[in-house]
Structures are given as C-alpha cells and as structure tokens.
T-cell receptor, first 113, second 115 residues
Framework: GENVEQHPSTLSVQEGDSAVIKCTYSDSASNYFPWYKQELGKRPQLIIDIRSNVGEKKDQRIAVTLNKTAKHFSLHITETQPEDSAVYFCAARRDGSGSRLTFGEGTQLTVNP | NAGVMQNPRHLVRRRGQEARLRCSPMKGHSHVYWYRQLPEEGLKFMVYLQKENIIDESGMPKERFSAEFPKEGPSILRIQQVVRGDSAAYFC?????????????FGPGTRLTVL
C-alpha cells in the first residue's frame, strides 16, 4: 500500500519568513496530493491540492510543487503570519473519488511574531 | 449547504462499554470515510463506505470495530468493548458522487475518551 513520509515534524519560523514542508510517497499510481491544515482541536481543512498532471500550483501565499519522477511534493508558505501556526498534513491517493487518503504524520508549524 | 456533521463531539466511555459514533455527510455526497487520529499523530484510514455498502475496510481492526452506512440515516462507526487504546479523535469525511471531485470534506470529529 501507499506510504507517505513528511518532514520536518516541527518547524518554527519568524513572522514574514517562508516555510517549506516536504513529503515523499511510495505508490507511483498516486496522482492526487492534497494538503490539510489542522488547528488545535479542529477538523482538517483542505488548503491546496495538486494533481499529477501539473508540477506546481499557487494560491496567494501558498504553493505546492510536485516531482513525479522523484515521488515527492512540497508545501511552500510565503510571508508567514501567526495565524498560519497549525499542524499541516500532506496526503496522497489514487485517482477517483472512491479511494482512501494516506496521510503523512504532520508538521507542527509555529510562526513567531 | 451544511458541512459534514458528526455527533457526539465528545464521548466518554468506561472500558468494556460500547461507543457509537455518527456521521452525516454533506448533501449530495454518497462516499463516506472514517479516519482515526491518535494524540499527536496523523490520520489513519479505517473504512470507506457508500450507501448500504462497505467498499474498503482494510484499515479497520479485525475485532470490535464495525461500520455501516444505511440507506436512510447517518453512517455509524461502532466500537464494542472499548479499551483505553481506542481513545482518539475519529473523523468522518465525505466526497461527492462520481469522479469529478477528489476533495474529501472532514467533519469536526468525535473525541472518544475511554476511562
């Protein structure tokens, strides 16, 4: 089955700096890669996703890059703000709406004012 | 359009009791997934259901756990004879019918505490 590894497990940055979180996956058939943000005691919320037919996707301060050959993808947050502090999870799945998400173990991001 | 609903939000059980967790998917969604999140860990897939069918239960423990999604009403995750190791947050997610959208929308979770 799919295995997703995520690094680092904790990340502390100063407000305004950039943050990068990296994930690798094992199943070459995976072709959908979402990123979720989870605040303490809250539900995971999708912040950005990418499909395997593109290499990069941006949404304001958030971007995701995908390297299918190397089987890794990364989340980039620029101009970080204290409200970006949360746990971020990457995930991978095969195409179609009917298959499971395999999650990484999460990255606790702390943005210091 | 209300989001994914779960209840109860918090559930306390003593060892040996039963826990029943409910999930109502978003309107128009016929796919339901259950995930378990142990403290300070990632989400682990448990089971995927469509109406009246279990599609993939490969993440479910072999004993004490069961799930259903009846024709009418919410999806239910049932844990019999709970043990302390079952203490976790249980999240339900739903996705739309068909293959157009990949996104899974998560509910607020049920936090189960076993005393």
């Amino acid at each position: 089955g799919e295995n997703v590894e995520q690094h680092p497990s904790t990340l502390s940055v100063q407000e305004g700096d950039s943050a990068v979180i990296k994930c690798t996956y094992s199943d070459s058939a995976s072709n959908y890669f979402p990123w979720y943000k989870q605040e303490l005691g809250k539900r995971p919320q999708l912040i950005i996703d990418i499909r395997s037919n593109v290499g990069e996707k941006k949404d304001q301060r958030i971007a995701v890059t995908l390297n299918k050959t190397a089987k890794h993808f990364s989340l980039h947050i620029t101009e970080t703000q204290p409200e970006d502090s949360a746990v971020y999870f990457c995930a991978a799945r095969r195409d179609g709406s009917g298959s499971r998400l395999t999650f990484g173990e999460g990255t606790q991001l702390t943005v210091n004012p | 359009n209300a989001g994914v609903m779960q209840n109860p939000r918090h559930l306390v059980r003593r060892r040996g009791q039963e826990a029943r967790l409910r999930c109502s998917p978003m309107k128009g969604h016929s796919h339901v997934y259950w995930y378990r999140q142990l403290p300070e860990e990632g989400l682990k897939f448990m089971v995927y259901l469509q109406k009246e069918n279990i599609i993939d239960e490969s993440g479910m423990p072999k004993e004490r756990f069961s799930a259903e999604f009846p024709k009418e009403g919410p999806s239910i995750l049932r844990i019999q004879q709970v043990v302390r190791g079952d203490s976790a947050a249980y999240f339900c997610a739903s996705s739309p019918t068909g293959q157009i959208s990949n996104e899974q929308f998560f509910g607020p979770g049920t936090r189960l505490t076993v005393l």
